[in-house]
């Protein structure tokens, strides 16, 4: 066995004594969440998971885009080009979390120590427009780890990037990180956008282009053109068959641009995307059967019906039950439990399971036939 093994396995063994330290003591896996409700007295909104942070500027983009530009702590490990993480800040005594993607590339957080978010106001929001208005003049937030697999895929294979609106983000700190490392592969970014006057970072995107012969840019302007179609993708990206497709934007153009580009040969392994929201139940049920859920703990059950399939996290918290549970989008892994047995569906990967005992989200996970939960 070498050096590194024995100190990763001592590491590890280190790791579950603590743990188990602090449960016997606090019933937590760490001493600082036993202290959490008392380190708050002093500093409000202070976290056990995550990471104070300062917002340094509120920039905004456009009417209703805006980008905070923050200073994470020193604690923060940095993230790839893609991530998403989650913000926290105080509003009259009660802490308020958003997922947003960093906006920003890792090459710039490297050189500045800051990084962005760029926030779209959402109709009838609550808290994005409260964001903008509460870090006018810059503050304290807090910000967990970065987290995500929506990121530039290994290898050479030429790129065909299709964003919608704010889903543009995570693409434009992909953009900037391929130019700072000068990475050769061809990639062509299709920007979907309710008109010119939404058309974000434009000048920056064309200062990319105009520099990388192997970066390009097209701007959709969707009042114009509509939406994506075979037509499009033949004009301006005929080759998309041969390279990978990445596509990030609100849900109806993710299931348009997924659905357009399998019709036209681009196989599921070359489609890779991310839901700006939670994701729809496209599901198959097999024998369309409405499906019998238990809550094994509890000693309660549920039916799943077949003609209106719900999250097991909204079907949970029907029969009044109250699991854990965060984003409720699939990211924050707060609501992961123990299937014991029966199939479930995804709706974030598009995957049924096994029918064997694993651990699953319940916040993404739809029963497809009866299934027995350790909650």
Not at 83 to 111: C, K, M, W
Request: net charge negative; proline share 4%.
């Amino acid at each position: 066995m070498s050096q590194s093994e024995i100190t990763t396995q001592s590491d590890s063994a280190l790791g579950r004594a603590r743990e188990w330290l602090a449960r016997s003591l606090t019933q937590e896996k760490q001493m600082a969440a036993y202290m959490e409700p008392l380190i708050q007295v002093v500093m409000p909104g202070w976290q056990t998971d995550a990471i104070r942070s300062k917002v340094v500027q509120m920039r905004p983009e456009t009417d209703d885009v805006y980008t905070l530009v923050i200073r994470p702590g020193k604690r923060w490990k940095g993230f790839v080009a893609g991530q998403h993480l989650r913000i926290t800040a105080e509003q009259n005594g009660s802490l308020q979390t958003r997922f947003f993607s960093v906006s920003s590339s890792p090459a710039h957080y490297r050189d500045s120590g800051l990084i962005e978010l760029t926030i779209r106001v959402q109709d009838s929001g609550r808290i994005t427009p409260w964001l903008r208005d509460h870090f006018a003049a810059g503050g304290i937030c807090n910000l967990s780890e970065a987290e995500g697999e929506f990121t530039l895929p290994a290898g050479a294979k030429p790129l065909l990037m299709i964003a919608g609106g704010s889903g543009i983000t995570p693409f434009r700190s992909m953009l900037n990180q391929l130019a700072s490392n000068n990475d050769p592969r061809d990639v062509h970014l299709l920007f979907y956008v309710r008109d010119d006057s939404n058309a974000l970072f434009r000048e920056e995107f064309e200062k990319i282009a105009a520099a990388h012969s192997n970066i390009r840019v097209t701007f959709m302007d969707g009042s114009k053109v509509g939406v994506v179609c075979e037509e499009h993708l033949r004009e301006h990206c005929p080759d998309f068959e041969n390279r990978k497709v990445m596509i990030c934007g609100p849900t109806p153009m993710i299931q348009l641009a997924r659905q357009t580009v399998r019709d036209l040969g681009v196989s599921d392994d070359n489609i890779m995307f991310e839901y700006f929201g939670a994701a729809p139940i496209e599901m198959d049920r097999g024998d369309g059967k409405d499906a019998f859920v238990s809550f094994e703990r509890a000693g309660q059950s549920a039916i799943a019906r077949n003609e209106s399939p719900v999250s097991l996290l909204e079907l949970a918290e029907g029969e009044g039950l109250k699991p854990t549970s965060g984003c409720r989008v699939g990211v924050c892994h707060q609501c992961k439990c123990t299937k014991r047995s029966g199939v479930v569906y995804n709706t974030l990967t598009g995957k049924y399971s096994d029918t064997g005992q694993e651990d699953i989200q319940l916040c993404v996970s739809v029963a497809v036939n009866d299934v027995v939960l350790d909650i």
